[in-house]
């Protein structure tokens, strides 16, 4: 199975600031990584597909990108409704996989 | 508008069963698959199965191969997981998810507690 490598696990962070998120796959995956945005007591949130393809409706200062098999979360202004965990997921052949997540909170 | 509406928090005892529903309306049930996702208390997400509503075929993920079972019924709209010989551990929340790739609707989950 691919394993998927999140980090880093806690982000102390402050509204403004530029946060990046980083997944690493155990082997080629293609671009087939999506992004989640989770909080609590609330199902996760889809906000980028396809690695780099912004789900409709969610804001246009997240972004991601790829390199090889590492690929990147960026919110580029941090705002308030942002502190949340974010979760890395890859999907192909009808199997999925998550990243551990990574908590954006309050510095 | 598309909607997944689960069944409803469960309690059961170790080395009981658990079968939750979760019913698709506002698009065409058979024209894409449902997967099964849990989080356990203060833990991240984690990819149980997924089942085409079109044909019914299955795939489970490793460590649960055995112990879940995911079947559709089309006449309802409606997804089943059932979870047998429940431990502890299987005490978590658990999510139904439209989508063949990117999950973009969510049920809103079914709490299951295990506990003697």
């Known amino acids: 199975d691919i394993q998927m490598t999140q980090s880093p ?25 999506a992004w989640y945005q989770q909080k609590p007591g609330k199902a996760p949130k889809l906000l980028i597909y396809d690695a780099s393809t912004l789900e409709s409706g969610v804001p ?14 960026t919110i580029s202004s941090l705002q308030p409704d942002d502190f949340a965990t974010y979760y890395c997921q890859h999907y192909n052949d009808y199997r ?3 990243g551990q997540g990574t908590k954006v909170e309050v510095k | 508008q598309v909607q997944l509406v689960q069944s409803g928090a469960e309690v059961k005892k170790p080395g009981a069963s658990v079968k939750v529903s979760c ?9 894409y698959g449902i997967n099964w996702v849990r989080q356990a208390p203060g833990q991240g997400l984690e990819w149980m199965g ?27 709209s409606t997804a089943f997981m059932e979870l047998r ?3 502890s551990d299987d005490t978590a929340m658990y999510y ?9 609707y969510w049920g809103q989950g079914t709490l299951l507690t295990v506990s003697s």
């Open chain 2, 50 to 76: 997924w089942i085409s509503a079109y044909n019914g075929n299955t795939n489970y993920a490793q460590n649960l191969q055995g112990r879940v079972t995911l079947t559709r019924d089309t006449s309802t």
């Open chain 1, 60 to 73: 246009s200062r997240f972004s991601g990108s790829r390199s090889g098999t590492q690929f990147t979360l």
């Open chain 1, 9 to 33: 696990s806690t982000l102390s962070t402050s509204v403004g600031d530029r946060v990046t998120i980083t997944c690493r796959a155990s082997q080629s995956i293609s671009s087939w990584l």
């Open chain 2, 96 to 104: 139904c998810a439209r989508g063949q790739g990117p999950m973009a």
């Open chain 2, 23 to 31: 019913k698709a309306s506002g698009y065409t049930f058979g024209s």
């Open chain 1, 96 to 98: 999925w996989s998550f």
């Open chain 2, 85 to 87: 010989n429940l431990r």
